[in-house]
């Protein structure tokens, strides 16, 4: 048995996409998606289909990007930067 949830969007309509089970692994969830997504018509192209399915692991398991940490850590950086300097500019004052 497949594991299916509904996506409602306006522009696209209802669309079956399968979720990954309890316990599966990314590689069994990869393999298991993309036959489905591309036998569901959302793409006839492999690649795209693996992109989709990718997609769908990381908002299921809050898998992020390593560009999207990067970015993360970038504006931590920038806080602390910005905190050092807060602070130095509070200890000249007094």
Do not use: H
């Not at 048995?1 to 522009?11: A, D, P």
């Not at 979720?19 to 018509?41: A, H, L, N, Q, W």
């Not at 504006?75 to 007094?94: E, P």
Request: one cysteine or more; glycine letters at 4%.
């Amino acid at each position: 048995m497949v594991s299916i949830c509904y996506i409602t969007e306006e522009v696209l309509g209802s669309v079956r996409i399968p979720v990954p089970k309890k316990g599966e692994s990314r590689k069994d969830f990869i393999s298991r998606c993309i036959p489905f997504v591309i036998r569901e018509g959302t793409t006839k192209d492999p690649k795209q289909a693996t992109a989709i399915c990718n997609s769908i692991w990381r908002k299921k398991k809050g898998v992020k990007k390593s560009t999207d940490l990067q970015q993360e850590a970038l504006n931590t950086i920038k806080d602390i930067q910005y905190l050092v300097k807060s602070i130095k500019k509070m200890s000249v004052n007094k």
